[in-house]
């Protein structure tokens, strides 16, 4: 999943249905890619997922500088701490660099 998920409630949807989906056997997410300069996107996204049972779902972040700034995704990021999103944010791999590994790692 590609996803700018940050102030409206759209992409917070699509992933948690993609995970709800993935739960009930009906596909295999692989990765989410955060494409949006919210900080808090990146720990916004891994908190879902662990809520929604995939803990270690491989998260990619934006490739230009990450911005802070007030969100849906901040107020879900916040419940671990500013300086815990922050370092989500940075400690995720580029998009481009886990689209690479994920899809060289899958079947054909």
């Given at each position: ?13 699509a ?44 998260v ?8 802070d ?7 879900v ?10 370092a989500?944010?940075q400690?995720?791999p580029?998009?481009a660099?886990?689209y690479?590994?994920?899809l ?5």
């Open positions: 999943l590609e996803t700018d998920l940050g102030g409206g409630g759209d992409d917070l949807g992933l948690a249905l993609l995970l709800r989906l993935a739960r009930a056997g009906s596909c295999r997410p692989l990765a989410v890619m955060s494409v949006t300069p919210q900080l808090g996107a990146v720990a916004c996204i891994r908190r879902v997922a662990e809520r929604l049972g995939f803990p270690g779902l491989p990619g972040r934006r490739e230009e500088p990450l911005v700034e007030d969100s849906h995704a901040r107020a990021a916040a419940a671990a701490g500013p300086a815990a999103w922050e989500a944010a400690a995720a580029r998009a660099v886990l690479r590994r994920v060289a790692a899958a079947p054909d």
